[in-house]
């Protein structure tokens, strides 16, 4: 998407819209299951599914394209840039500052303020998302699958497998 449309300044307003409805049920009180609810359903644009737990501080810059299924656990501390989109199956657990990001900018010096790039994220059922993870663009993770605390993913992750790693190396210089 190019910065300089019209679609952009869209999305820059419910970010900006989004940002603050999060900081209102940031500061909720903990108790406060009405309060959070409504706070969710104007996030999401639709109510939380059944038996979905999220503990605040819960941080998302878009909310109307994180979907998420019944039974999902999310930590405190967790962002999900969902511009492009993020799905979480039934009963995915995730840990505290995990970090779900669907959206970036190409990587030539010329071209990165002018573009905004993206891919959906797609979590499978039962999969754990230990803490501070970070999920990349485009990633799908396979059921049962088991992400370790404080790996970065950029590629798919096979069903039932456990991924681990968060060493960065020099891919390509300009």
Not at 29 to 50: Q, R, V, Y
Request: aromatic letters at 8%; a negative charge; one cysteine or more.
């Amino acid at each position: 998407m190019r910065i300089h449309s019209t679609e952009f300044q869209a999305m820059a307003e419910r970010v900006l819209r989004v940002t603050e409805l999060t900081s209102h049920l940031n500061a909720l009180p903990f108790a406060d299951e009405a309060g959070k609810a409504k706070l969710f359903g104007e996030i999401l644009g639709k109510p939380l599914p059944p038996r979905v737990t999220i503990y605040p501080p819960f941080y998302t810059d878009h909310g109307l394209n994180l979907d998420l299924a019944e039974r999902v656990f999310i930590n405190q501390n967790c962002t999900f840039l969902d511009y492009a989109g993020i799905r979480l199956g039934e009963r995915v657990m995730i840990g505290p500052k995990v970090t779900f990001i669907t959206s970036g900018h190409p990587v030539d010096p010329g071209e990165r303020r002018l573009y905004l790039t993206g891919a959906p994220i797609d979590v499978a059922e039962n999969v754990w998302i230990g803490a501070g993870a970070t999920i990349l663009p485009g990633v799908s993770i396979g059921r049962d699958a088991v992400v370790a605390a404080g790996a970065v993913v950029a590629d798919d992750v096979p069903p039932a497998s456990l991924v681990t790693g968060s060493k960065a190396a020099v891919y390509r210089q300009w």
